[in-house]
């Protein structure tokens, strides 16, 4: 029977899913963020499918976010995304550290994936965690640098007030790059990867994942190891095919 356990790892509240005969097992580990303004509980149908294939999911919830939430405004969560995705990226190592002295990680068999925001934690998390062994992006952004200057561009289309200064602009940016899988291709080590957007997407830029996908699949020796899964038409939601075909997918590599 597939249990889902509310648990904390160094204050990060997770859910965690697993077959409940294995769960003092060590297990093939499979860590998903979920998006912007989303929670740990919308990512349960893939956790269940996972821990029906024998592995030990687990849904943190970002800061601001599900048992993490303050009292924000929308405009104040939104000039909050950057800092949501740096504490995610400390997380997942606090995470993994926990797991680690419980050895519940079977054989370094350890994967990151995320929605959306998510996706682009998961991309920056390649740059940083030689650790990571596959991972799955589902609508997310490989380009940092390019996604947080057309978040501000659209500020400017509109109208509004910058809400940072120039420097505090050139600062974000400088920092970004340190984490921008785009411009640190190497840092992919022919690891284990799975894009998936759908090319109407009108938040994240299809093409910042298709082409980063067009760039580096020249240094994979193993095909399966990469794939990009483009659903035509599809908005900025992920679909049930999309969602099967990713845990097909991790089935195989990790």
């Known amino acids: 029977m597939i249990g889902i356990q509310r648990q904390t790892f160094k204050n990060v509240p997770v859910l965690t899913v697993v077959d409940q005969s294995k769960q003092e097992e060590p297990l093939p580990v499979f860590i998903y963020f979920h998006g912007f303004t989303s929670a740990k509980e919308h990512n349960l149908a893939q956790s269940y499918l996972l821990a029906q294939k024998g592995y030990r999911v ?9 048992e993490r939430e303050e009292d924000l405004t929308k405009d104040e969560l939104n000039l909050k995304f950057w800092d949501i995705v740096y504490q995610n990226l400390k997380d997942l190592q606090d995470i993994k550290d926990e797991l680690d002295r419980a050895s519940l ?10 929605t959306s ?16 062994q596959a991972s799955t992006v589902m ?25 940072v200064s120039d420097e505090e602009l050139e600062s974000l940016l400088a920092s970004l790059e340190e984490i921008d899988l785009s411009k640190q291709k190497e840092k992919l080590y022919s690891r284990p990867i799975f894009f998936w957007h759908g090319d109407a997407d009108p938040v994240v830029p299809f093409e910042h994942s298709y082409d980063f996908y067009n760039e580096v699949i020249g240094d994979y020796k193993n095909p399966e190891n990469i794939r990009f899964l483009r659903e035509v038409g599809r908005d900025h939601k992920v679909s049930r095919f999309a969602v099967l075909e990713m845990v097909n997918w991790l089935e195989l590599v990790l």
């Open 139 to 163: 609508m997310g952004s490989p380009k940092p640098v390019e996604f947080a200057k057309r978040l501000l561009n659209g500020i400017e289309e509109a109208g509004m007030e910058m809400p």
């Open 105 to 114: 990680i079977q054989d370094r068999r350890i994967g990151v994936g995320g």
């Open 117 to 132: 925001m998510g996706g682009i934690t998961t991309c920056a998390a390649l740059t940083m965690y030689p650790w990571i």
């Open 58 to 66: 687990i849904l943190p919830d970002s800061a601001y976010h599900g």
